[in-house]
């Protein structure tokens, strides 16, 4: 048995804080939700609702048809065939690796026989047979995060809610159990919702990502459709691995003027990023480069040319990202070039990089959103 998840007008207020400012969404029965997002967007405080542990100033919340918070309405967290793994997990120190993993199916008065066959079941899941008989404090880090996993899916609970379970594992060992969350996450069914700030994660993991800012969710998709189609330019420079370059325009005579002016109005001479889609003159911008539509160039490519400081190279996947920086003291802007070898440049080299004929997406300075929809014919 599977069950969606339903959010409605979902809000928390801490005194002045609107920790979680309005949120709606809804994913289906065995959904992978990632909630992803910078430090104290409401991540956290959202799963927090979702488990019982908080309750929320406005909204709703329902798993299938059942609201399990909202007005009137405050079901405890033992009653919403929830399981939680938090970033700090909480083995009790003086039962066995068995016994924590048995603990839940004690308290759900499942008789003993089920009881052992369930528990073994689990421990062979996450691979942890052999630490059965070990306390908390006799395995590692890595072991005691798979044993509150498997605690969690013992009482098989049809939504699954993590939060940052991974942050405490090395590098590799968090590909490895993320791998096996899905796999947990396929073999149970559930609906799993998972909150990170590593888009990594999210993209690997996800059905549906939420990303938040500020409490609310800023774009809501597959991932796929965050980084195809960013909504607006907090997205556009959030995700990705490099993110994508944005840089401020203006529109004159309907062409977009990057850098034209200084904060002053002075004229500083420009560069041409491309036809402005019939955008009112005057209109402020941001343009969005992929860090693939860029390439190095030695001057005279024929098309627009930035000029940027070299920062630093990042080997990546066999390629190398290739970053610098842009503009004045006042508003220096990163820019990720995705070039195949590293240039023989010193920090704070000159580079010269080549933009294509026009950018990859247009948003309105004012309010972040996309306005490059409507492209002229
Ligand atoms: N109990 C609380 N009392 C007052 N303010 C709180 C409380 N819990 C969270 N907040 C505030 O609500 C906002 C959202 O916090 P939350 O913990 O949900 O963020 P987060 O997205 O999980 O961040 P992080 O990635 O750092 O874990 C923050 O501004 C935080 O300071
Ligand atoms: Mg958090």
Redesign the pocket.
């Known amino acids: 048995m599977t069950t969606g998840i339903r959010l409605a007008g979902l809000r928390k207020d ?2 002045a ?1 609107a ?1 979680v400012d309005g949120i709606d969404l809804e994913v289906p029965a065995g959904a992978f939700l990632v909630l992803l ?1 910078p ?8 799963l927090r609702m979702l488990a019982g542990l908080e309750h929320p100033t406005g909204g709703e919340i329902r798993f299938g048809e059942r609201v399990v918070a909202g007005p009137g309405v405050a079901l405890a967290p033992g009653r919403r065939d929830a399981g939680l793994v938090f970033q700090s997990y909480a083995l009790w120190p003086h039962m066995t690796v068995r016994s924590n993993v048995e603990w839940p199916l004690v308290v759900a008065r499942t008789p003993a026989a089920q009881r052992r066959e369930r528990v073994e079941e689990v421990l062979e899941l996450l691979a942890i047979e052999r630490l059965a008989g070990r306390y908390p404090g006799e395995i590692s880090g890595g072991q005691q995060q798979r044993v509150a996993i498997a605690r969690m899916i013992a009482p098989r609970p049809s939504v699954l809610l993590f939060d940052e379970p991974l942050s405490n594992l090395d590098a590799k060992l968090r590909v490895e159990t993320r791998a096996e969350l899905l796999r947990i996450h396929r073999a149970t069914g559930a609906t799993s919702v998972y ?1 990170t ?1 590593d888009q990594v994660e999210a993209m690997t993991m996800a059905t549906h990502v939420a990303l ?1 800012r500020d409490g609310r969710v800023e774009q809501f998709g597959p991932p796929a459709d965050l980084l195809d189609d960013p909504a607006s330019d907090f997205v556009a420079t959030f995700m990705g691995t490099p993110a994508a370059n944005v840089l401020d325009a203006v529109v004159r005579n309907g062409r977009l003027d990057h850098g034209g002016t200084d904060h002053g109005g002075t004229d500083r001479g420009g560069t041409d990023l491309g036809p402005a889609n019939g955008l009112a003159d005057g209109t402020e911008v941001r343009v969005m480069y992929r860090p693939e539509s860029l390439w190095l160039s030695s001057a005279g490519a024929g098309g627009p040319v930035l000029r940027i400081a070299f920062a630093e190279a990042t080997p990546m996947a066999g390629r190398v990202v290739v970053t610098g920086v842009v503009g004045d003291p006042a508003r220096r802007v990163r820019v990720s070039v995705l070039e195949d070898r590293r240039p023989a440049v010193e920090p704070g080299d000159p580079l010269l990089v080549a933009l294509p004929e026009r950018p990859d997406r247009i948003f309105d300075a004012a309010t972040g959103r996309r306005v490059d929809l409507v492209r002229a014919a």
């Open positions: 801490f005194g804080t920790a997002g430090s104290g967007c409401g991540k956290t405080t959202t909150v700030h938040m």
